[in-house]
């Protein structure tokens, strides 16, 4: 979960916390994972209520809680695109008592915000488990002649850098997502980033940008609605919760698959027993069908993956983004 050289660079400074009075430091040298938990246990969801992690989260909470006869306590701590919340768990005593549950978002700031962080997005935490994914999904404005992937592109080509697009932030998925399909297509666009998808939603239906990706339950009212389109989703092979919606891939542009995803994660340093035991509470409840049925109806697919498989998409996920950050020169400022 972490190297010895991890390590011994984060057990010195966890001392010192706790000499200044942060404590907690000696509690979680000694924590065992039989005797975990000891008390309650919170995950920070680093966003505001009511967005894809946090849904996710409260979903796992409750049955988290009675596996572990604990109550697990969602805490919602937004602020800096999730950093502020994710820099209070990566601060927080390596007990198993603090998670936090992070988007892509976590992985695209390892670039985008290189040496800004108090913290490293992939060294100061030990994955836990990948609870949902949920594949992003193409929608076109209907000012736009286009009703298919194709005609979008078509439309895109002719008139470059005159179609705005929107996403819910800088360095969110939704942005780059259409970084990456315009590196893919050779189209060129003007992006405008929200405060969130909903006001970049409403500008999509009132016209005043031609498009945006998204996921399929905050879309889904709105192509029921006809007041947008959607032109593709962004995975392998068809979603069960939007069978009619063609893949991208489907459409002519082969291995383009991207999805949003919730990523349990533990400060570093947790033991790996404590580690393994949520990680396997955390499987078998997403993994139930009575949960997966629930997950699909809000356009979420279960995933639950063990602390090796979790870190490996982390890290891959980060070098994925990396790339397109810098060949789009995509920046904060």
Do not use: C
């Not at 404590?23 to 994972?33: I, K, L, N, T």
Request: hydrophobic share 45%.
């Amino acid at each position: 979960m972490i190297d010895r050289i991890t390590k011994r660079a984060i057990l010195p400074r966890r001392a010192a916390l706790a000499l200044l009075g942060g404590g907690g430091a000696s509690v979680a040298g000694s924590a065992r994972a039989s005797d975990y938990p000891t008390r309650p246990v919170r995950i920070i969801v680093p966003y505001t209520p009511g967005g894809f992690t946090d849904l996710s989260t409260r979903l796992v909470a409750e049955p988290l809680s009675r596996a572990l006869r604990q109550p697990v306590v969602v805490e919602n701590r937004p602020g800096a695109n999730s950093i502020l919340g994710a820099g209070v768990a990566a601060s927080s005593p390596p007990d198993g008592h603090t998670l936090v549950m992070v988007l892509p978002a976590h992985a695209a700031n390892a670039t985008l915000q290189a040496g800004k962080m108090p913290f490293d997005p992939i060294t100061s935490f030990t994955p836990v488990s990948l609870v949902a994914t949920s594949p992003l999904v193409l929608a076109g404005g209907r000012s736009l002649p286009a009703s298919t992937l194709q005609e979008f592109i078509e439309h895109a080509k002719g008139r470059p850098d005159a179609i705005t697009y929107g996403s819910s932030g800088i360095g969110s998925t939704a942005h780059l997502a259409m970084e990456l399909l315009k590196m893919r297509t050779g189209i060129r666009m003007v992006h405008a980033p929200y405060r969130g998808t909903q006001p970049a939603l409403q500008d999509l239906m009132a016209g005043n940008i031609g498009a945006m990706f998204d996921v399929n339950s905050a879309l889904a009212p709105q192509f029921e609605a006809g007041t947008i389109r959607a032109l593709g989703i962004a995975s392998s092979e068809r979603a069960a919760f939007a069978p009619n919606i063609p893949t991208i891939q489907e459409q002519g542009i082969p291995d383009f698959a991207v999805s949003t995803w919730s990523m349990l994660l533990a400060p570093a340093g947790t033991p790996p027993a404590i580690v393994e035991r949520i990680s396997s509470e955390v499987t078998r409840i997403v993994r139930e069908p009575a949960m997966t049925a629930r997950l699909r109806e809000i356009g979420l697919l279960a995933e639950g993956r063990n602390p090796a498989q979790t870190s490996e998409l982390l890290r891959s996920e980060v070098t994925r983004w990396a790339e397109v950050i810098r060949t789009a020169n995509v920046t904060v400022e």
